[in-house]
């Protein structure tokens, strides 16, 4: 998961915190349904699979008798660690307040049992205070897709093929589309659809070609990864598939002098302008129209 869904860590202090005042406050029915709510929803966000720092234990998780239901199997089971957090709250809560009355009763004086309680309470949630996130610049949109000049190589019902394609992980083909309003589509991209089966399962992104899996071999690798006559003619017949009319490789992208050097050998000498390289196919696709 990316650090957006990291939601399933609580510390070992406040687990401590919130057994203690499960312990201490037992008898209350509103401590009884907090711990009920807590063991359920954390028992079912070990997902299908129970892991040990990132490492999977081969323990079925509780998540595995349910995760083929429809409607259930797409629910992130991660998430439910969002429905523990709350109750856990309310737990410490209920046990700051415990501790002060406990120690005001004791000393008969109000204030030391207020300030033991808030400093347990403190205690309990440093391990889960904010970390700095880093973060990277948003790429610009090259010149290329902001001023238009992608009207001269892209015709109606034509698609752009960004090299690579976008995934989830890297998006920014999408806002080449924001800044041209939309007047062209991509192939593939970061949306949920079926996954092409007879089951018509869903997934992340498009099913991969032959093209985008090559493409994302050698961005991942940053050298050329090498193709067959057979691969080439696959290459063409994904082009037509997906009606591209241009392949666009941004300068400045991560591995763009592999990128650009081995789709130079399978589709010649691109085009250098607005910041990109472009490689007009439309002699080998416009018949796919």
């Known amino acids: 998961m990316n650090r957006t869904e990291e939601n399933a860590f609580f510390g070992v202090p406040l687990w401590v915190a919130a057994g203690v005042t499960a312990v201490a406050l037992r008898r209350r029915v509103v401590v009884q349904a907090l711990v009920a709510v807590v063991l359920v929803s954390s028992w079912l966000s070990l997902g299908e699979e129970v892991t040990l720092h990132g490492t999977p234990l081969g323990v079925p998780g509780p998540w595995a008798l349910v995760e083929h239901l429809p409607v259930v199997e797409n629910v992130l089971p991660t998430r439910f660690a969002l429905v523990t957090l709350p109750a856990l709250g309310v737990l410490l809560a209920l046990g700051a307040e415990a501790v002060r009355r406990a120690v005001d009763r004791v000393l008969d004086l109000p204030g030391p049992g207020l300030a033991l309680g808030l400093s347990a309470a403190v205690l309990a949630l440093l391990p889960v205070l904010p970390t700095p996130l880093v973060v990277d610049p948003r790429p610009q949109v090259p010149a290329f897709f ?13 698609s752009v093929l ?17 800044a041209a309003r939309w007047g062209f589509p991509v192939v593939a991209g970061y949306f949920v659809g079926p996954d092409g089966s007879a089951e018509r399962a869903g997934q992340y992104g498009a099913t991969p070609t032959g093209l985008t899996v090559w493409l994302a071999q ?72």
């Open 218 to 289: 050698v961005a991942e690798a940053g050298s050329a990864v090498p193709v067959s006559a057979e691969d080439r003619d696959g290459f063409v017949e994904d082009l037509r598939a997906g009606r591209v009319d241009a392949i666009v490789l941004p300068e400045d992208r991560p591995a763009a002098d592999a990128l650009r050097t081995s789709l130079r050998e399978v589709f010649g000498t691109p085009e250098h302008t607005g910041g990109v390289y472009v490689w007009d196919v439309r002699a080998l696709t416009d018949g796919a129209r």
């Open 162 to 178: 960004a090299a690579p394609p976008p995934t989830v992980a890297d998006a920014r083909a999408l806002e080449w589309q924001a």
């Open 146 to 158: 902001s001023e238009g000049t992608w009207r001269e190589v892209v015709d109606p019902g034509g």
